[in-house]
């Protein structure tokens, strides 16, 4: 089993950048794949990105590539979501997720596949 704590969501302005961080304990992350998602009010929780542990292979949402990263740290067992070029549709409460091992693209992408889920933290986007 793991934990999740996300954190660093915040007022920002439109255009600016932002990274959330995800902290996971007691295990190690490298052993479970990582999503982030996100749910604004009243719509469904939407998938972002995702990053499997075991070999640190990436997945994206496709209307978010390029507008998004993921990473992870080994180390430190983080990971993190470096959000750019914000806009004000993009205010949501975002969360990160994480199952155990690495299924690939279409089983990284559904938030149903995911066991373990942080609180979640709060972005708002001014224009």
């Known amino acids: 089993q793991v934990r999740l704590v996300e954190t660093g969501g915040r007022l920002v302005e439109a255009g600016e950048s932002l990274r959330l961080s995800c902290a996971a304990s007691?295990?190690?992350?490298?052993?479970?794949?990582v999503g982030w998602f996100r749910r604004a009010p009243w719509n469904e929780r939407e998938f972002l990105a995702a990053?499997?542990?075991?070999?640190?292979?990436?997945y994206y949402a496709d209307s978010k590539e390029g507008q998004v990263t993921i990473s992870m740290d080994h180390a430190d067992n983080m990971v993190y979501l470096q959000m750019n070029s914000l806009k004000p549709e993009d205010s949501a409460t975002y969360y990160c997720a994480a199952y155990l091992g690495s299924n690939g693209s279409a089983w990284s992408r559904r938030k149903e596949k995911y066991d373990y889920w942080g609180p979640g933290t709060r972005v708002t986007v001014s224009s």
């Open positions: 990053i499997a542990g075991p070999d640190s292979t990436t």
């Open positions: 007691p295990r190690a992350v490298s052993g479970y794949t």
